[in-house]
């Protein structure tokens, strides 16, 4: 029965391309590395017609300038109003004036109400940054992995080998990054890159979209890899 689980669990995971994230970045098993960046939003609409077109001059440039890939991704979120409650609770507890106590209750009751019948929603937007190893280093990674898999001892060149794509890599990465964040900035637009909780959290979610909504992911820290 353990073997079942252990095998069922193995094939699971076989299905996802990420092999781990470190870093602030996702290593996908194929080689390749990832950055999220995790933007802020504008109000298009209530921008003049001028700042509209400057706002889209200034994004049809970002991509101009773009040589790579990127990917925009949008998820939606559910609000946790837990700690919004809390400060409302806490500020309540320091109001002196009746009329104004009774108006800061009222208000944490209204809410209440209306996150019991209705979910409120967030939406948050990321830019996904790639950064993938040469053809000939995959033929290559290719060839060794199937090397491995007749000598699956690992190696200290072996080590030294993945540390260094990896640090290829990440140079590569770090440059792009910081070309996406200037070009957004440009836009009007605030990026920031996800660190590694985030990252974990953010596919977490993906993944598991109903469980993540009642079931955090905690310290990652107080977790074993098997």
């Given at each position: ?47 003049s017609e ?69 979910d409120i ?106």
């Amino acid at each position: 029965m353990k073997n079942n689980k252990k095998n069922q669990r193995k094939s699971t995971q076989s299905f996802l391309p990420i092999g781990e994230i470190k870093n602030d970045c996702v290593v996908l098993k194929e080689g390749g590395i990832r950055a999220v960046l995790k933007v802020s939003t504008i109000n298009f609409n209530l921008k003049s017609e001028e700042e509209q077109l400057s706002t889209l001059s200034s994004y049809q440039q970002f991509l101009n300038t773009l040589n790579f890939p990127i990917q925009i991704a949008v998820q939606s979120r559910k609000v946790d109003l837990a700690s919004y409650f809390r400060k409302i609770e806490e500020r309540e507890s320091e109001i002196e004036n009746p009329l104004l106590k009774s108006q800061a209750h009222d208000y944490k009751e209204y809410i209440e109400k209306i996150s019991e019948y209705a979910d409120i929603m967030e939406k948050r937007f990321y830019v996904v940054v790639p950064s993938d190893p040469s053809r000939r280093a995959v033929k290559q990674n290719f060839l060794s992995q199937l090397f491995e898999r007749l000598s699956p001892e690992d190696s200290l060149a072996k080590v030294k080998v993945r540390y260094l794509e990896f640090k290829s890599l990440r140079k590569t990465l770090a440059d792009r990054v910081s070309l996406v964040e200037g070009g957004l900035v440009r836009c009007g637009l605030r990026a920031t890159q996800l660190t590694n909780e985030e990252l974990i959290d953010l596919y977490y979610r993906s993944y598991n979209p109903a469980i993540s909504q009642f079931e955090k992911v905690g310290n990652v820290r107080n977790y074993t890899i098997i």
